[in-house]
Structures are given as C-alpha cells and as structure tokens.
C-alpha cells in the first residue's frame, strides 16, 4: 500500500507516492510526484540537521565553476535589462564568492545566507528589508521545503528573481538511482521541478517564466530579454552549469 498522499508544495493539490529511495545512506525516504505539476518532493524532510552539518557540502567541488559560469549569464542579463547604478541580491549566497566576483565586476551586488558564514563579501551583506532591481538565487530552489512561501518572500523585494535549478529530465526519474541531481548522498536536494511546475508557480504570481529549458530560469514581473540567447552562448553556459552541478 502506498504511504498517505501530500500536498504539492508547488501547487493546490495532492502529490502521489512515486518512489523510496535511500537518503544519508540510512534514512529510507519518500519521494513524491505533484498531481498537477509533475514536481517532485521528499516527505517532510527529518534529516536535514544532519544534511547540513557542513554548509557546502565536501563533494561539491563544482561550486567555483558555477559561480564563474553564473557571472557570465548574469552580467549579460544586467546589460541588457536594467542600469548600471541598480542593486542586486543574491539569495542563498553560501560563501559569498558569486556577489564578490559580480561587485569585483562594478555591479552593486549584495550576499545573503543565514545558513553559511559570509567569507567573500564580508562588507556586502544584505536581507529583503528592502527592494532589488533583481534577486539571484543560484542552486537554492532545490534546497527549499516551501519554495512557493520563499517565492513569494523574494518577490516582496524584487520584480526578477532569476535562479538556476536542474530540470527533471525526460523521461521523468522513477528511482533514486536514475538521476544523480537527486544526490542522496548528500541529502540536501528535497524539491525538483520540471518546466510545468515553474510555469505553475509563475502563473500563481501573475509573472512570467523565462527558462532555458534545463538549469537556468526567471520569474518576473516585467519584460525581460536576453543577449545570452544569441546563438551559441546559452548552450556553451548550459554546459557548464550542468557539468558543475554534476560534481
């Protein structure tokens, strides 16, 4: 018999049991398929106490080359939609290396993470007190248990939120071993999302989505264009993004 179904944590629904799957190698976990969306979610996430003992965890070593390849997209998104003396977010900012590349770089960017020491941008640190031209948040949709209430906190402070998560793949995952950005070994992954279940999340704020189809993302308010999408160089950043999370 199935585990007791859910609420979607993206949507007015219930999600169905899809799966369990070893997490921490100890702890048997639940996973769950949104019946509207397709998103995936653990069961109420019990272990993550113990996931986070380390921050950043050891076995990611593909934290630099994202930050790098995230600097690249996002000063593209900049030039191309707001102005020079605009401030920015970033959001879940771990070390803060990304906001110290992107203000080495002259853009007014501003770190915040409660959850990991500030070693980078010690000067920069910054809360949703106020408002943003845009909030990045890179690699933390994934860690959210409620991402639609955590949504709906950055859009408080900001008309873009432009973010990266991996997109389930097609066909979807039907165990814990069939994609590796479930990453159990880590057991900080809890939330996966696939196209329908940004597109649903956008909808239920009035905003648009912009997606690349696979890790990077924006919900807006407003038009957004991009330079990044000339020929040649979102596939050169998907590639990227997708070898560093996969480190």
């Known amino acids: 018999m199935n585990p007791s179904e859910p609420r979607s944590r993206v949507a007015d629904c219930t999600a169905s049991f899809l799966f369990t799957g070893r997490i921490l190698g100890k702890y048997d976990v639940n996973f769950y398929r949104c019946d509207e969306t397709g998103f995936i979610q653990t069961e109420e996430p019990y272990w993550l106490e113990e996931a986070y003992a380390d921050v950043i965890a050891q076995q990611d070593s593909g934290l630099l080359a994202r930050c790098l390849a995230f600097r690249t997209v996002t000063s593209l998104l900049i030039k191309d939609n707001f102005e020079p003396n605009d401030e920015f977010l970033d ?53 959210l248990s409620q991402p639609r209430e955590v949504l709906r906190e950055l859009l408080d402070s900001t008309d873009v939120v432009f973010f ?17 950005y479930f990453h159990p070994e880590i057991g900080q992954h809890i939330s ?21 189809g696979s890790t990077l993302h924006a919900i807006s308010k407003r038009p957004l264009s991009f330079s990044a999408a000339r020929p040649g160089m979102i596939s050169k950043i998907r590639r990227a993004v997708l070898r560093a999370s996969r480190a």
């Open 91 to 143: 959001y879940g900012g771990g070390y803060g290396v990304f906001t110290r590349l992107m203000r080495d770089d002259g853009y007014a960017f501003h770190h915040y993470d409660p959850m990991c020491q500030n070693l980078f941008a010690t000067d920069f640190g910054a809360d949703l007190s106020r408002r943003y031209a845009a909030i990045t948040a890179f690699e933390v949709f994934e860690h």
């Open 164 to 180: 990266s998560t991996v997109l389930q793949p097609s066909p979807p995952p039907e165990s814990i071993d069939s994609w590796y």
């Open 192 to 212: 996966f999302f696939n196209l329908a279940s940004l597109q649903s999340l956008a909808r239920q704020f009035d905003c648009s989505l912009y997606s690349n």
